[in-house]
């Protein structure tokens, strides 16, 4: 699995996370200790990062994700009981917005930690098709 490692790494900075905090906090305090954690483990990231959202081209708004991390994923943070399909077709919306590859959606809200690893099929799939192109010529 692309990016693995990484995706790995930044799981278990949301453990502790849930290990020490446990649940039922909102969740920008889960925010702020993901992000103490991420950089106890030397991990680049961006928190709240502005992100352009397109339609055919064209600016329509932007949103803000929760982390890009390592310029490579997006991390969208949840607090909630329970991690339902609204939210991972949510971040999956998010993901191919934002153009990512692969992304993560993590839950602090239930009695363990819940996380989903994300995977933008479109991209997968673009590049995938370069791949075959690029090897006819």
Request: aromatic letters at 10%; one cysteine or more; hydrophobic letters at 40%.
């Amino acid at each position: 699995m692309k990016y693995e490692d990484l995706t790995k790494k930044i799981i278990g900075c949301a453990m502790r996370v849930h290990s020490v905090l446990g649940n039922g906090f909102q969740e920008v305090i889960y925010q702020r200790a993901l992000a103490i954690e991420l950089q106890y483990n030397g991990l680049q990231f961006e928190r709240e990062k502005e992100m352009d959202i397109f339609y055919r081209d064209e600016n329509i708004g932007t949103r803000r994700v929760d982390f890009f991390v390592e310029n490579k994923i997006m991390v969208e943070l949840k607090a909630i009981i329970n991690l339902e399909d609204v939210h991972l077709a949510q971040a999956m919306n998010y993901l191919e917005a934002y153009n990512m590859e692969i992304g993560l959606l993590i839950n602090f809200g239930a009695k363990s930690l819940q996380f989903k690893r994300l995977h933008n099929n479109k991209i997968i799939k673009e590049s995938s098709n370069q791949e075959n192109h690029g090897s006819d010529n």
